[in-house]
């Protein structure tokens, strides 16, 4: 007789959904490498398991596998930060310059239900939780022009993203917790109901989303002169770099 009750979820999708949230939390650098030994016993369970949870981990983009070095996580270079934080900082100005002056009210609920989501997850504690809802929200103002070749440019990003978001979390923890987090958000989504683009831009300047870049970005390989005259702006942008 079958049931109607969901069947728990297995050993490698538990791995997977707790090798994600870690992740996310920020406690790897990009590029480390992954031991299976340890993390079998972290986990507590066998490696077939945990080779199945890496395996779908390196469908999203988290991991990769490299020839004779086993497993990692996504190498980000100094070149590829420069890339993600410049293209991600036109692609949010250029939809919220199209989705202004008058904002549809559908989508703007989606970025209100995004926030509650954050607001939710704060209350769980889980670092790794609030990364993937941040990126939901930030996905979810990008929404708001309609454009649908610009979201998918920015989905295309999102493991990218959401890596340099844990790294940026991990960066602001002493300064800033969950309910912090959240409330940076809530006060970005307030300035773009306002709808002036000059306070627009300047909030999304300030939003403290390249935080990392003082205390991480040293220690990734691939500088280009395009990242170094990039980077040098930043720094003396960021009030923490003074």
Same mark, same amino acid.
């Given at each position: $007789? %079958?049931?109607?009750? /969901? #069947? ?32 079998? !016993? ?16 390196? +469908? ?6 490299? /020839? ?8 980000? &270079? ?15 100005? $250029? !939809?919220?310059?199209?989705?202004? /002056? ?14 509650? &989501? ?5 209350? #769980? ?21 309609? +454009?649908?070749?610009?979201? %998918? &440019?920015?989905?295309?990003?999102? $493991? ?41 831009? &300047?909030?999304?300047?300030? +939003? ?18 395009? %990242? ?15």
């Amino acid at each position: $007789m %079958s049931t109607l009750l /969901p #069947s728990q979820p297995s050993l490698s999708v538990q791995a997977r959904q707790a090798l994600e949230r870690t992740i996310l939390e920020g406690n790897y650098l990009p590029g480390e490498r992954l031991v299976e030994e340890r993390l079998c !016993a972290e986990l507590g369970i066998s490696r077939p398991p945990l080779r199945e949870a890496l395996k779908e981990l390196a +469908h999203t983009g988290l991991v990769e596998h490299t /020839p004779r070095k086993g497993v990692r996580i996504m190498a980000i &270079t100094q070149h590829d930060v420069f890339e993600i934080a410049t293209l991600r900082r036109e692609l949010e100005s $250029m !939809a919220l310059r199209l989705a202004l /002056p008058t904002l549809v009210p559908d989508r703007v609920a989606r970025c209100e239900a995004a926030l509650e &989501t954050m607001r939710e997850i704060a209350d #769980s504690g889980s670092e790794g939780d609030m990364v993937a809802a941040g990126f939901e929200f930030h996905y979810a103002v990008v929404g708001l022009a309609g +454009h649908a070749r610009i979201e %998918s &440019t920015y989905r295309a990003m999102a $493991m990218q993203l959401q890596m340099c978001m844990a790294l940026n979390n991990q960066a602001r923890r002493e300064i800033e917790d969950l309910d912090g987090n959240v409330a940076r958000h809530a006060h970005m989504l307030e300035v773009i109901l306002r709808g002036d683009i000059d306070e627009i831009e &300047t909030a999304l300047d300030n +939003h403290g989303n390249l935080s990392f870049l003082i205390d991480v970005v040293d220690r990734l390989d691939g500088a280009t002169p395009e %990242s170094d005259r990039w980077l040098e702006e930043v720094r003396a942008s960021l009030p923490t770099a003074e």
